[in-house]
């Protein structure tokens, strides 16, 4: 009976609908069924010998069927369509796209390690404005009217009595008029001096001041605090010495050394052949900077420290021209 036929040729597209997938099992499926001579023209052929009162009803299931075929056809192939447009958006043989991040800044990491040391040693942090007055930079810090590092040759003047500040000394006056003992603060930041360019040497650089205010603060804290410090950022076997010096805002005054890390203690072009690299200044805060900021000299006592950090990264880093720093050139800054 077409009858039948009709229904098995419905179930077979179903199931050919169901797991037809490629490009070759679609085609196959198009010939066999919707072609000229497949096998729903054929079912037409055969209406003909069906009686004529049955011919409309077996017509209308013939139709049905047809329409059901063409329309797995068209699904198939947008199902394939879709498939093969998605193949060709990846190309897995291509090469990745670059994510592209920056890296902190040489100088920047230098800073942050030595503020990571003094954090964990209780230190809070500080910072002043570039562009100083006279009265911090110099007069609160007990240099004296003539002071040599006053002069033009060293220092930015913005008017008389304003300044790039040369270093972040001033920052320990701000803090101690804007808090009472004790305090405990490092205080970074950028410098700056009238200085000759070269590989060497900038007219900026940056440096960490540090300050401890309290009753009773003795030398041999400072010394324990230098030491600690240099054991953790230059490493626990460095040997360092300190000699006596000389800073208007501290009495007595000292220079810290340690064996220099290039050659280790042997002579190099470097340390100037003797083996030992200059690390730092610091002393003991000096009773006229007590007084000019209200602070009782009789009462508190103090050490403080300041550390150059362009030099330190330079010779950290192996870079041997301070200006690279600063030309943000990507292909030089990409390697820290
Ligand atoms: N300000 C000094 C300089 O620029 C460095 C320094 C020395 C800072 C001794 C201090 C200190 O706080 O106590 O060379």
């Known amino acids: 009976m077409l009858t039948e036929k009709i229904k098995s040729l419905d179930s077979e597209i179903s199931a050919i609908a169901a797991i037809s997938t490629t490009h070759e099992d679609i085609e196959k499926y198009r010939i066999e069924f919707l072609a000229r001579k497949g096998k729903i023209a054929s079912l037409y052929d055969d209406l003909k010998s069906v009686p004529n009162d049955q011919k409309p009803m077996v017509g ?63 230190f809070g942090i500080a910072y002043g404005p570039e562009i100083e007055d006279d009265y911090h930079n110099f007069e609160a810090l007990n240099f004296a009217p003539h002071h040599p590092a006053r002069d033009m040759q060293d220092t930015f003047f ?65 010394k324990g605090t230098l030491i600690t410090f240099a054991k953790n950022f230059y490493g626990s076997n460095i040997k360092y010495r300190f000699r006596p010096s000389y800073f208007p805002f501290t009495e007595p005054s000292l220079e810290m050394d340690i064996t220099c ?31 000019n900021c209200s602070y009782d000299p009789e009462k508190v ?36």
């Open 60 to 122: 209308q299931q013939i139709n049905r069927l047809k329409k059901k075929a063409e329309e797995v056809y068209e699904t198939l192939k947008s199902k394939l369509d879709s498939s093969t447009a998605k193949k060709e958006l990846v190309d897995l043989t291509l090469p990745g796209r670059m994510l592209l991040h920056g890296t902190r800044h040489p100088i920047t990491r230098t800073i942050e390690q030595m503020k990571s040391i003094f954090v964990s040693m209780g």
């Open 158 to 222: 913005i008017k008389d009595d304003v300044v790039l500040r040369t270093h972040t000394t001033p920052v320990q006056i701000r803090v101690m008029k804007s808090q009472k003992p004790p305090i405990r603060v490092i205080m970074p930041g950028r410098v700056y001096r009238n200085e000759a360019v070269s590989a060497r040497s900038n007219y900026f650089f940056h440096q960490v001041d540090g300050l401890y205010v309290n009753e009773n603060v003795t030398f041999a804290e400072l």
């Open 261 to 291: 890390f290039l050659c280790s203690g042997k002579g190099c072009r470097i340390c100037k052949q003797t083996g030992w690299l200059e690390i730092l200044g610091a002393g003991m805060v000096h009773p006229n900077v007590f007084r």
């Open 301 to 336: 006592s103090g050490f403080a420290f300041g550390m150059g950090v362009d030099r330190i990264s330079l010779l950290r880093y192996g870079v041997d021209d301070i200006r690279t720093f600063f030309e943000n050139d990507i292909r030089f800054l990409n390697q820290f």
